[in-house]
């Protein structure tokens, strides 16, 4: 039911790298680099500035995808990629949106099952890439049901 | 104390840790961090609603600290890809170990096999990570 948006890119989004969220990000992951919140530590490393935690797009706004709809509850985060150029910049902005790329349906033991693929890119103030993050995800057979009944 | 993540050497392992008991208290800080609020990962009678024994962990929350395995090592480079398969659920006090062993090493990239596991040997996660070394 989902595989008419396959291809389907939503409207894009600029985000701000902010400086509290990349530091209370890495704080509740327990990442005590310095590189994320000291900018002396960050300017001697090689990366030159400071960095976000290589999870940290999980929290972007990457915008929607137009009539894509999903279950609000019970979805499973089966499986997840990130792939960078190079680092995320505090105080960049990036250029957010995502594509659903693929919809598989399996038949498990417990019913059918779909598999959406989402890839999430980030680009900076130039249009070049700086980090694809693929998110796999399971709708299983009951919650597509009790989601489609609401 | 290895200080490179070059000086390593294929089947060697970075130096793995033991994080301290899942609380609510980090669930909560993630839910606020990450702006994921499915209540499943923080309020007991939204996880038992979804057939949950109690609440779990934020699989990204998982993630995040699988990566931390390499902080020390950003001042040279960084994670350039990472992929994990959340394969078991993690729940309120359980002990999370984190384990990265060299699988391969190649130009400027070494890349890991990167686990969690906890307190009964199970895999809650299970990945990979390239580390890339980065001229300034």
């Known amino acids: 039911m989902w595989e008419k948006w396959i291809g389907q890119r939503s409207k894009p989004v600029t985000n701000p790298i902010e400086r509290g969220a990349v530091a209370k990000f890495a704080q509740a992951i ?13 300017r001697k490393s090689v990366h030159g500035r400071l960095i976000a935690p290589p999870t940290y797009p999980m929290i972007l706004d990457y915008g929607q995808i137009e009539g894509l709809k999903l279950p609000e509850s019970g979805l499973i985060h089966g499986e997840q990629q990130f792939d960078y150029r190079r680092p995320l910049y505090v105080d960049e902005k990036v250029t957010c949106y995502e594509t659903l ?11 059918e099952m779909t598999i959406l693929v989402i890839d999430r890119v980030g680009e900076d103030s130039e249009g070049e890439r700086i980090f694809t993050s693929t998110l796999t995800i399971i709708v299983t057979e009951a919650v597509k049901r009790r989601w489609m009944a609401s | 104390m290895i200080t490179e993540v070059f000086d ?10 033991t994080l301290p008991p899942v609380t609510r208290l980090d669930l909560i800080k993630y839910a606020g961090a ?6 499943i990962h923080t309020i007991d009678e939204a996880a038992e609603k979804a057939g949950l024994p109690g609440v779990i962990a934020h699989g990204m929350l998982t993630m995040g600290r699988m990566a ?7 001042e040279r480079g960084f994670i350039r890809k990472f992929t994990t398969r959340f394969k078991g659920m993690v729940f309120l006090g359980d002990e999370i170990t984190l384990k990265a062993v060299l699988v391969d090493k190649h130009g400027d990239t070494a890349r890991f096999d990167v ?17 890339c070394v980065r001229n300034k």
């Open chain 2, 8 to 17: 390593l050497s294929v089947g060697q392992e970075i130096p793995s840790r």
């Open chain 2, 34 to 39: 990450s702006g994921d609020y499915n209540p």
């Open chain 2, 115 to 131: 686990t969690a596991v906890n307190q009964k040997g199970e895999t809650v996660t299970a990945g990979q990570v390239e580390f």
């Open chain 1, 101 to 111: 790329r693929d919809v598989k349906v399996k038949q498990a033991r417990s019913g």
């Open chain 2, 68 to 74: 931390t395995l390499f902080s020390p090592y950003l």
């Open chain 1, 30 to 42: 327990g990442d005590d680099s310095p590189l994320y919140t000291d900018e002396e530590a960050a």
